[in-house]
């Protein structure tokens, strides 16, 4: 088995036993990071083991023996290791082979453990907890519950890597701040926590089933990944009649998926689906499950009477034979259970449906005034229709403008302004006038049929016409007049601007204020020459915008961006004596000490000091080669001047770095030379280059270090922000040029590509 085959068996595996494991090693520690960290170093010695002796008969129980053996030895280290640990740790180092596949490990385990599933059900619970915030607890169930890496949770909420990555580090330390117990909840708690499990569960179906922003209509894998955690819990707890019903209802709307879209992905409303292209086999799950809830007893809750509602959608073969007047009863119903501004929304449909748009725009617009619709483009969608088939289109494209102006969805919008455009032209006289054109409602009766009752979004009304940030911002880059550099450089510019104020905001809409708080927010710290380099990039793009054969944007969008003042030459370099102090402290961790005297003394990039592997190192020689593969490609750090071989150079080093190399190697033959703080959660595995098998860590980043040295410095730095790593590499070949080095001398050793860019430090004597 190859090394890739390994990471695929490992993440499948994972997909599979993720809950399992790691609910099973929080009920033995009590802590959810510290589950999720064992959790991981079984992965790694999966990944050091499967090549070599194939994957196991049991793959899941060979993960949980390494990760509860591991825990054994991490909860005797902190002496808190308890009788059923003992056992535990007993049970597994009598057997002979318990890595290899034993057909009764699992059996073992769960003797020990006792039922699995009810562990399964506490991380549920835990990873839903009230306490969180509803963002938390998506990403925490997706990550711990679902086995979902971070950069797949990112991707599916269309958010960046680093916020799911804090959410979820957050949630973390909440839990143990707040000492939540990993129990299932009884009595009257009860209730309400199993609400906010479903509440998350469903959140994200209908992400999946529906999404809120974005290029596609639908997310299949969020929709997917719903339903199976939500038969999960249903195994987990049989007897709960709202389990089942959000089961219920989720089979029934996910059965509809094929029907949603057209050939090129666009949507198609409920009742011009093909019914034909419906899941059967869903269908049936569905109603099974809803009969499973009623089995189950109890008054009838909000999940029940949702999946009821679905129920109709799906028992009927023509959308003719929909039996409104049900779906009416029951939304009332619903609203007595659940009165929600979106479940009455929803109501509104139904009853229009059922006896005439009229009645229906009444309950519509008394929702008008409810401060949370005030963002919510379905009311304006459901009021349009409404107005529509009551023969008043000019006040219908007025609403479905507004809800196309509200909506973050891409297709959803086309669809919107293409219905205000047909009841501009129904308006005209030379359009259709009179009865409504429409003989059944479209948006209205699929707002119906997917019943949300989360609360709706509130989202500012931006301008209904005009040009938008993003749909300028890639004409302005996509002008042949810009080479590559200037593409790069000006995108990365325009990149964080479109972040600060939405890819939807209307160009002619933005005020140079606006641009001036996003400059404050995103570059207020930086150096002048930073602020400047942006400055410019905003300054092109505003006037080429505001050009008279465009006229998208105002004259003035730079007006508040001032040019900094730069300071003449080049920066000052820290002096030899500080240099000396620093490296000198006693309090300095060896890594630093290594890395601060390794960057010294070779005034080579830090980013090939940190690509260094320890199998790559000549201690003897005093040198170390970096590929250019290890090195990072985006700086371009050099080429083969230091006497390297194509697509490799070395890094060398003095006598105090020879001094301090080998205890930081320590034993160690192969993988990162400098090795991050502890070891990656389960979603961030690193690439197998970049992760020491000695110590399961991965390589110590660059920000990290940058951060470590600017504030090991900050009391050094005249301004208090501390120094960057390339001041001290430019500190050493200013200090060795004014020793007399040539320009040559610190190209072959610094590893620059010209001599001309090293003409400063030696003119510096």
């Not at 039996?323 to 007595?336: F, K, M, P, S, T």
Request: proline share 5%.
């Amino acid at each position: 088995m190859t090394s890739w085959d390994a990471h695929r068996a490992v993440d499948a595996v994972w997909k599979l036993e993720a809950a399992r494991i790691v609910a099973g090693l929080v009920r033995m520690t009590g802590d959810v990071g510290l589950a999720e960290e064992l959790a991981q170093d079984a992965l790694l010695a999966a990944l050091e083991r499967w090549p070599e002796s194939g994957v196991p008969e049991n793959p899941g129980a060979w993960l949980m023996a390494v990760a509860k053996r591991r825990a054994v030895d991490r909860l005797r280290r902190d002496e808190r290791l308890d009788r059923r640990h003992e056992q535990l740790a007993h049970e597994l180092a009598t057997r002979r082979h318990p890595l290899d596949g034993d057909e009764d490990l699992d059996a073992a385990l769960g003797a020990v453990d006792g039922e699995v599933g009810d562990d399964v059900l506490r991380l549920m619970f835990i990873s839903c907890h009230p306490v969180l915030s509803t963002e938390s607890r998506v990403a925490l169930t997706l990550r711990l519950v679902g086995g979902l890496r971070t950069d797949e949770i990112a991707r599916a909420f269309l958010v960046s890597e680093p916020t799911v990555a804090q959410r979820i580090v957050r949630a973390k330390r909440t839990l143990a701040a707040e000492r939540i117990p990993f129990e299932v909840p009884e009595g009257p708690d009860r209730a309400s926590r199993l609400s906010s499990v479903l509440e998350v569960v469903y959140l994200i179906f209908n992400e999946g089933y529906a999404a809120t922003s974005g290029d596609d209509w639908t997310r299949p894998s969020l929709g997917l990944e719903a339903l199976r955690l939500g038969r999960v819990l249903a195994g987990l707890a049989p007897g709960e009649a709202e389990v089942h019903g959000l089961v219920a209802l989720m089979e029934l709307q996910q059965s509809r998926s094929a029907a949603r879209t057209g050939p090129s992905g666009e949507p198609v409303q409920l009742h011009e689906q093909n019914r034909g292209r419906w899941d059967q086999l869903l269908i049936r799950r569905g109603f099974a499950s809803l009969l499973r809830a009623r089995e189950a007893g109890g008054p009838l809750g909000p999940y029940v009477l949702q999946a009821a509602i679905a129920a109709c959608h799906a028992g009927a073969r023509t959308a003719e034979e929909t039996d409104w007047g049900r779906i009416a009863a029951l939304y009332e119903a619903l609203v007595r259970v659940l009165p929600t501004p979106v479940v009455r929304l929803n109501q509104a449909v139904a009853v229009a449906m059922a006896r005439g748009p009229r009645e229906g725009l009444a309950l519509a617009d008394a929702l008008t005034a409810e401060p949370a619709m005030k963002g919510y483009h379905l009311l304006p969608v459901v009021r349009g229709d409404l107005l529509s088939r009551l023969g008043r289109h000019d006040e219908a494209r007025a609403e479905f403008e507004r809800a196309a102006a509200l909506t973050r969805n891409v297709p959803e919008r086309a669809i919107l302004l293409a219905r205000a455009s047909a009841s501009a032209a129904s308006a005209s006289p030379a359009g259709p006038a009179g009865a409504a054109a429409d003989a059944a409602p479209r948006a209205a009766a699929d707002a119906a049929a997917t019943v949300r009752t989360g609360p709706p979004a509130v989202a500012a009304v931006p301008a209904r016409t005009g040009v938008t940030l993003a749909a300028a911002v890639r004409a302005f880059l996509d002008r042949p007049v810009l080479n590559e550099e200037t593409v790069r450089s000006y995108g990365q510019t325009m990149t964080r601007l479109r972040r600060h104020l939405g890819d939807d905001v209307i160009l002619t809409e933005v005020t140079a204020d606006e641009i001036g708080a996003a400059f404050v927010a995103a570059w207020g710290t930086a150096a002048a020459a930073t602020w400047n380099r942006h400055r410019a990039a905003v300054r092109s793009f505003a006037a080429w915008a505001a050009g008279p054969e465009r006229g998208w944007a105002a004259d003035d969008l730079a007006a508040r961006l001032d040019r900094r003042p730069e300071p003449r030459g080049r920066t000052r370099p820290m002096g030899r004596r500080q240099v000396e102090a620093l490296l000198e402290r006693g309090e300095v961790p060896l890594r630093e000490r290594t890395l601060w005297t390794l960057l010294y003394e070779s005034a080579a990039t830090a980013e090939s000091v940190l690509a260094l592997n320890v199998e790559d190192l000549d201690l003897s020689g005093r040198y170390g080669r970096v590929s250019a593969r290890t090195a990072d490609s985006a700086h371009r750090a050099g080429n083969d001047g230091n006497g390297g071989g194509v697509g490799e150079r070395r890094v060398r080093w003095q006598s105090g770095a020879a001094r301090l190399l080998p205890g930081l190697v320590a034993g160690r033959r192969q993988g990162p030379l400098f090795l991050a703080d502890r070891r990656p959660g389960p979603a961030r595995t690193p690439a197998a280059g970049d992760l020491c098998s000695h110590t399961g860590r991965g390589r110590l980043s660059y920000e990290r270090a940058e951060y470590l040295f600017k504030r090991a410095t900050r009391e050094l730095d005249p301004e208090g922000n501390g120094y960057t790593l390339r001041l001290l590499r430019h500190s050493r070949l200013a200090h060795l040029g004014e020793d007399g080095w040539s320009a040559g001398m610190l190209r072959d050793l610094s590893g620059h590509e010209s001599v001309r860019t090293l003409a400063p430090y030696v003119r510096s004597r």
